[in-house]
């Protein structure tokens, strides 16, 4: 039986301490709201739950470059066959970062603007509201449960979101299993990241190597859920790597299994919530990747709800706002890649090999280097296609009406941190 008795009243509850949570609490509580951030887990930042890569903007938004492990200035992609198309850029075009470090620092950010954090704690469900604020039920690492009362409660908890159930804010999209692996030696090019594409080893997404700065690796995929467990992709990952380097990974220090989210949402708010990060899908379709969105539409978020909060107004027409502004930033890319993911989706293992074959044959090099931008890979797919016909023949149709679209206008890429 729930305590009716409430332990706290805040302006807001924050589910989940990971990248998008802990921002939109740290902006929050700045700005002098009173916060409270729950994370299900005992410990922020474990387990880790993605590879670490992330672009200069990540960076900026969590104001520190001091959990970056290493630059990174190219990449080298894979065919099915055995094929590859290499580039490598002057400056740093992405950064391996400590993926816990960071989740930890920016929780402690948050908590020194003013923010309680409390682990171990879980997210049950929705208790009766109380006048104008939300009811969470929550549960304490020692098993004890008790209520919050919250004015806005702030669903950050991931891919499989208590909170979104809880309010039902969900629809079903897409959700590819991953498995990625940290060894301490890993052969690779220590400046590069290695993309392994075919449906051997990652069908419907591709397989990873990521140097991690100190002579070792983290080796992944992510696939579609079709029966075949990711972690038999995995196996098959190393190896085709063991095949192509000489040498097998060994001695893993920390395994990853994680769920990606494809897709968007109809809608992420409603009355008094919200959601932020992967429990809305905002997640980039054609890589998986979902710090820099997460963080930047937690930004977006807190600037809505601290107006909200001001006025008094936690209605979803007031909190609608947040869905308008994220999507005109983020949703014309989204909604590209989407598209492109269903083209890709589509490619056989010649198809894909084939493709790899004309992008290193057309010496595209240059345009990737001088438009590739991990956070808006549309930019980059547009311009390949423009000044390669070839590319566009291996492909359907119906990219030509893609291609005839409006480029999309992107972000500036900011020189990112240099280590010293």
Excluded at 278 to 301: E, H, N, Y
Aim: with cysteine; net charge neutral.
């Amino acid at each position: 039986m729930w305590a009716r008795a409430f332990v706290d009243q805040v302006d807001v509850l924050v589910v989940g301490a990971g990248p998008a949570g802990s921002t939109a609490a740290y902006e929050l509580a700045r700005r002098g709201h009173s916060v409270l951030i729950i994370e299900e887990h005992g410990r922020v930042g474990f387990p880790v739950q993605c590879a670490g890569l992330v672009s200069s903007r990540v960076i900026e938004l969590a104001g520190s470059a001091r959990r970056v492990r290493t630059p990174v200035h190219g990449a080298t992609v894979y065919g099915p066959g055995g094929s590859q198309v290499q580039f490598k850029a002057p400056e740093p075009r992405a950064f391996v970062i400590d993926r816990a470090g960071l989740d930890i620092d920016l929780a402690d950010r948050a908590a020194r603007a003013g923010a309680v954090v409390e682990t171990g704690t879980t997210y049950e469900g929705r208790g009766s509201p109380d006048g104008n604020r939300e009811v969470a039920l929550l549960r304490g690492p020692d098993r004890s449960e008790r209520s919050i009362a919250a004015r806005l409660v702030i669903g950050a908890d991931g891919v499989a979101s208590a909170v979104a159930r809880a309010y039902r804010l969900r629809r079903p999209v897409e959700i590819l299993p991953a498995f990625e692996a940290e060894f301490p030696e890993s052969p690779g090019d220590p400046d590069q990241v290695e993309v392994d594409l075919g449906r051997e080893v990652a069908p419907g997404l591709f397989g990873w190597w990521i140097p991690d700065g100190s002579g070792g690796g983290r080796i992944g995929v992510a696939a579609e859920a079709d029966g075949v467990p990711a972690r038999r992709y995995f196996e098959r990952m190393l190896d085709r790597r063991a095949a192509r380097t000489g040498r097998a990974a060994r001695n893993p220090t920390a395994y990853l299994v994680s769920g990606i989210p494809i897709g968007t949402l109809p809608k992420c708010v409603g009355p008094r919530v919200l959601l932020v990060g992967d429990a809305a899908a905002q997640v980039k379709p054609l890589s998986g990747g979902g710090i820099f969105t997460g963080m930047r539409c937690a930004t977006i978020a807190a600037e809505v709800v601290d107006a909200a909060l001001a006025a008094d107004d936690l209605s979803e027409g007031c909190l609608a706002r947040y869905d308008r502004l994220w999507r005109r930033e983020l949703g014309g890319e989204f909604s590209r890649a989407l598209y492109l993911r269903r083209v890709f989706r589509r490619l056989t293992d010649p198809d894909l090999e084939a493709l790899v074959q004309a992008l290193a044959a057309a010496e595209l090099t240059g345009t990737i280097v001088a438009f590739g931008d991990i956070d808006f890979p549309t930019h980059v797919a547009r311009q390949l296609l423009r000044e390669s016909p070839s590319l566009l023949r291996l492909l359907p149709k119906a990219l030509g009406a893609w291609l005839a679209g409006d480029p999309a206008s992107t972000p500036e890429l900011e020189p990112g941190p240099r280590r010293k």
